[in-house]
């Protein structure tokens, strides 16, 4: 079940046609196809059914609550199925896509490239044949032991989701000579600070004032940015 439509927009702008032919397409689609299709698994007591989801069903995103609304309820749909028709010896799974390289996530790749791509732990957007991929592997009999799970192929989306990156605020640095130079105080600043728990890895440290002596006197700006 590959079929799939975007209508974004923020929910006040939506209007009904906006959100029957994202729900249409996406959830109505899927139940229309599967209906028609099991029938035929049961009698012969063999079959897989895969739903492309997307990360967007697990992890929300601005101007999406119609396609985030579709693809959550494809993932519960394919919960549920898989309980339904595991005695019969069909297996149902869904692969969740993120950010990949079609026609459909243009737009987001052209506006938002770079601020995309550092929410993805592998940096990059995926590729079509990556996800087709999940798909054979969910199609053989290799995955003969998977049912009713959603296949993340996301680069690592889904694994940072809500985690905190934290920006510290005027944090005293103890113990270093005079002749440290601005990138050792650096390093020096943030190897502390990670240690300590206080700061992920991927956040700059960049000091924003600095003594005669090269000592950072401020430090960081105060943020806390989940997602």
């Given at each position: 079940n590959n079929a799939g439509t975007i209508r974004d927009n923020p929910l006040s702008a939506f209007d009904d046609e906006d959100v029957s032919a994202v729900l249409d397409t996406n959830v109505t689609g899927v139940f229309n196809v599967t209906r028609a299709v099991a029938p035929y698994m049961?009698?012969?007591?063999?079959?897989?059914?895969?739903?492309?989801?997307?990360?967007?069903?697990?992890?929300?995103?601005?101007?999406?609550?119609?396609?985030?609304?579709?693809?959550?309820?494809?993932?519960?749909?394919?919960?549920?199925?898989?309980?339904?028709?595991?005695?019969?010896?069909?297996?149902?799974n869904g692969v969740a896509p993120g950010v990949i390289e079609?026609?459909?996530?243009?737009?987001?790749?052209?506006?938002?490239?770079?601020?995309?791509?550092?929410?993805?732990?592998?940096?990059?957007?995926?590729?079509?044949?990556e996800v087709a991929a999940a798909v054979l592997f969910l199609s053989s009999e290799v995955s003969a032991f998977t049912t009713g799970t959603a296949f993340a192929v996301d680069g690592g989306t889904?694994?940072?989701?809500?985690?905190?990156?934290?920006?510290?605020?005027?944090?005293?640095?103890?113990?270093?000579?005079?002749?440290?130079?601005?990138r050792e105080t650096r390093e020096a600043i943030q190897a502390r600070a990670i240690l300590a728990g206080l700061l992920d890895t991927s956040?700059?440290?960049?000091?924003?004032?600095?003594?005669?002596?090269?000592?950072?006197k401020v430090m960081f700006s105060?943020?806390?940015i989940c997602g």
């Open positions: 049961i009698s012969q007591r063999a079959g897989r059914i895969v739903n492309i989801s997307s990360v967007a069903g697990e992890k929300g995103g601005r101007g999406q609550t119609n396609y985030a609304a579709s693809k959550g309820a494809i993932n519960a749909f394919t919960r549920a199925l898989a309980v339904e028709l595991a005695p019969r010896k069909i297996n149902v079609t026609e459909m996530s243009a737009a987001v790749r052209e506006s938002a490239g770079d601020e995309a791509k550092a929410r993805i732990l592998l940096r990059r957007f995926g590729r079509p044949e889904l694994a940072i989701a809500g985690m905190p990156r934290i920006r510290l605020w005027g944090i005293q640095v103890p113990e270093l000579s005079d002749g440290a130079t601005r956040v700059r440290c960049v000091p924003t004032r600095w003594d005669s002596s090269c000592r950072p105060a943020t806390v």
